[in-house]
């Protein structure tokens, strides 16, 4: 199971999706946001898949 998990609030009006770890929030985003990650997710893989050093988050070296 992922150690990661998401909410979903409004700022200023506009929906936004964050994404945590446990309580502590990790990054948000709007809309427009993610229509951008999505569109690079196979890319956004392959960069994870290749620079990983298998540590926990906010690890040396590991910027989630």
Known sequence: MSEFSS???????????GIVNGEK????F???KAKAILSQIEEIKKFVEENDKGGT????????
């Open 30 to 32: 709007g809309v427009k």
């Open 25 to 28: 929030r990790v990054i948000s």
């Open 7 to 17: 909410t979903t609030s409004v700022f200023k009006g506009n929906p936004v999706i």
């Open 57 to 64: 988050p906010n690890e040396e070296g590991n910027d989630l």
